[in-house]
């Protein structure tokens, strides 16, 4: 990793272990222009790439004659509406009503390390693994300033960016939009992959060709979303799993986005990813600023397959805090789709008897222990422990699960209001709602306005008092609905357009101070399955609940789509009852274990009532998670097959750092009648290294596991499949 500014040139190379990127700064007013970003380079000077020999209307030399200039620049931070009709970056109301602003390059700053943005989750590093550049630019018409900061960490192909606007001037001003990055390219032909969803069906790769005009994916939900992915990737037509060229854009965020792409006149293309502009507005007084979240880049020159390991080892060094994160997770037992509301002391005891003789370690009581809460109507605020179901109050239970042997976890939906509770009784005002029109209710809930420090402080105390009244090891935060009638009773008519940003910023700052609390916390974030999965979460949750579909088969397009972008230590993943809850697909006991391997693996049944062949399989996937975790939590992932692409069958593949072992997971999803055995090919294998496959006496070399393969014998029955333990020969 290395920063330089050719001081003479004025050019920022920026480099990671295999790429670069490339600003300059040209002409007398400072135009701060994108040069270059793929693989590495050895030039500093390659500003000719900016094309301004074959386009000399810069507008100080053509007495601003031609609007050229600005339409075809490859500008590094776009400004709004001074003659670059593209997307722009930033936008702004002045005092006059205008929207018109435009950075010109100041000064800059290099060093080791990098700075926390205020109240946002953001990477870190330690002083030694990575350098930051700051590029100070100026709007000396509005005397308003952004910092562009970029870092680049060792060992990693990863750059992350964010911008930060300060207003210097005695006028308040207001941002309408501010963009956390922004790059032009050439288009080459690339696609556009991103991930799209919906409940029970999150983050399914979808991949077209970029046309001319904008194309983009997006949330203005509130939160990152069931439905599209704060996420975008630059794919070249030839990419495959090991070669082509990926650029990847992911956002550290978890509330309204905007990933865009837009394909120009000239064939270049725009990339773009911030905070959504739609219904937001914030206020800037003098002196104060604005911290844009971050967006991480990553450009991979080896497939698909490079950029997903890239991110996995960025997310695990860089982005999760949590002591969990190195850790093997308690295998838990979670009691949601066990019994869902109709729950008892004991019919949680006998849950737990039976989970701890199966090698199970934590039990989570799920919704429904509070308040009046026997179904979805009502309670949420109440989080007092409704003493009718849980006979001898919540300690009580805690202590006795923790005599049978198991850990204690417990769910909270902290950021909601029932319209049915004491809360809103009491503060009716403290819901998210437009006066006189009739709010929206979405699982009979509102949410809360968290841009109020008395409520933030209401829920902290809430979920607190309950972790310091036993001894509890884990939480599920869950968030059950979107945000609609955007109206806050705290904030004026001027700052209304503040909520939806003010909302995400509650949300981390009760995460912040909850972990700060209780540091040891396991914490799961969840929202009605995976709608809040992304790098923002990860920053105070080192896991979040993938999906509520846990029928296997669709799990296994949910978790490819999950784990292109995010380490399969993130994703929670469970073994549920069949017939399936959200499906009715019947898949064998042994098939759901395999696949939840693949996350952080948990049950999600009621272990007294299931088939007892089931239950006997228990010990000994508990007994395979010890075994494998360690190598699929920490090893890097390979996807060898995709089910959502051929629609016969799966594999994946994650190999240990030394390469010294493999885990493949295969699964059968069409059972065709008198066929022959599928030919997979192993990857990321040492070629010269001999290995062995676990239940076979052969000794074979990486070179020809990874392109002679093995076969895989075609298995009698639906949905089978098979674990193939690789081992290098002593
Ligand atoms: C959401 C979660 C589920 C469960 C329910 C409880 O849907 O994703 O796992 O916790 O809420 O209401």
Redesign the pocket.
């Known amino acids: 990793m290395n920063i330089q500014f050719d001081e003479k040139n004025r050019v920022f190379k920026l480099d990671t272990e295999h790429t670069s990127y490339v600003m300059a700064v040209v002409d007398n007013e400072g135009f701060l222009g994108h040069v270059y970003y793929g693989a590495k380079i050895s030039d500093t000077d390659v500003a000719y790439l900016l094309r301004t020999d074959e386009n000399p209307m810069v507008p100080s030399k053509n007495n601003r004659d031609r609007s050229s200039f600005l339409d075809t620049f490859p500008m590094e931070y776009p400004g709004n509406g001074v003659g670059d009709y593209r997307e722009s970056a930033i936008a702004v109301l002045d005092k006059n009503g205008h929207s018109a602003v435009q950075f010109f390059y100041r000064s800059h700053q290099i060093f080791d390390g990098k700075k926390k943005i205020p109240g946002l989750p953001a990477s870190f590093a330690k002083e030694t693994e990575c350098q930051t550049l700051e590029i100070v630019t100026e709007d000396p018409v509005l005397g308003l300033e952004a910092v562009l900061v970029y870092t680049v960490f060792a060992g990693s192909d990863v750059i992350t960016r964010s911008v930060r606007v300060t207003n210097h001037e005695a006028e308040t001003i207001a941002l309408t939009k501010v963009m956390s990055a922004s790059f032009d390219m050439d288009a080459e032909g690339y696609e556009m992959l991103t991930l799209h969803g919906s409940w029970a069906r999150e983050r399914q790769i979808e991949q077209r060709p970029v046309g001319y005009g904008k194309q983009s994916v997006s949330s203005v939900r509130g939160e990152s979303s069931h439905q599209e992915h704060p996420f975008v990737a630059l794919v070249s037509k030839d990419a495959t799993e090991d070669q082509g060229k990926v650029y990847g854009v992911h956002f550290v965020y978890s509330g309204n986005f905007l990933a865009q792409v837009e394909k120009n006149q000239f064939d270049t293309l725009r990339v773009m990813m911030g905070i959504h502009p739609q219904d937001f507005c914030w206020e800037l007084k003098q002196n104060e600023t604005f911290y844009a979240p971050e967006t991480v880049l990553v450009f991979s020159g080896n497939g698909l397959g490079g950029m997903t390991r890239n991110l996995h080892d960025f997310y695990r060094s860089h982005m999760i805090r949590s002591p969990y994160k190195n850790k093997k997770r308690p295998i838990l037992i979670n009691n949601?789709e066990a019994t869902y509301f109709d729950f008892n002391t004991e019919k949680l005891i006998a849950i737990a008897k039976e989970a701890k003789k199966c090698g199970i370690e934590m039990l989570v009581m799920?919704?429904g222990w509070f308040g009046r809460r026997n179904d979805?109507n009502t309670s949420l605020g109440d989080w007092q422990v409704n003493e009718e179901k849980i006979t001898g109050g919540l300690k009580h239970l805690v202590d006795e699960v923790n005599v049978i042997g198991l850990q204690f976890g417990i769910?909270f939906e902290p950021e909601m209001i029932s319209p049915d509770s004491k809360l809103y009784e009491k503060h009716p005002d403290w819901a998210i709602e437009l006066p006189d029109r009739t709010p929206c209710r979405s699982r009979n809930q509102f949410v809360l306005d968290l841009s109020r420090k008395e409520v933030r402080d209401y829920v902290y105390e809430a979920v607190a008092s309950v972790l310091r009244s036993a001894n509890i090891a884990y939480v599920?935060w869950?968030m059950?609905r979107q945000l609609t009638d955007l109206g806050s009773s705290f904030l004026d008519e001027k700052h209304q357009g503040e909520l939806m940003h003010r909302y995400v910023l509650g949300v981390y700052e009760l995460q912040e101070r909850l972990m700060t609390e209780f540091p040891d916390l396991l914490l799961e974030n969840?929202s009605?399955?995976g709608a809040r999965f992304d790098p923002g979460m990860l920053y105070y949750s080192p896991q979040i609940?993938c999906s509520?579909d846990t029928d296997a088969i669709e799990r296994l397009k949910i978790q490819e789509g999950t784990a292109l972008i995010y380490p399969l230590s993130a994703m929670g993943a469970h073994v549920s009852d069949c017939p399936n809850h959200t499906v009715g697909r019947v898949t064998p006991f042994a098939t759901r274990g395999n696949v939840a391997l693949a996350g952080t693996f948990g049950y999600e049944l009621d272990i007294t009532k299931i088939p007892e062949e089931d239950r006997k399989l228990i010990p000994e996937q508990t007994a395979m998670y010890h075994k494998y975790n360690d190598l699929v939590r920490e090893g890097d992932y390979y996807r060898i097959a995709s089910y959502a692409k051929n629609h016969e069958y799966d594999c994946y593949e994650v190999v240990s750092k030394d390469k010294k072992e493999a885990l493949v997971t295969f699964v059968q999803v069409l059972n065709r009648p008198n066929y022959h055995s599928r030919r997979i090919c192993l990857k990321g294998l040492q070629p010269d290294r001999n290995y062995q496959i676990e239940g076979d006496k052969g000794v074979y070399h990486g070179d020809t596991l990874m392109h002679a393969g093995i076969n895989i014998p075609n298995m009698w029955g639906d949905f089978q499949s098979v674990l193939i333990h690789v081992k290098a020969a002593e």
Request: negative net charge; aromatic residues 24%; charged residues 45%.
């Open positions: 949601w799920d919704d979805d769910w599920k869950d059950n969840c009605g399955g609940w509520d």
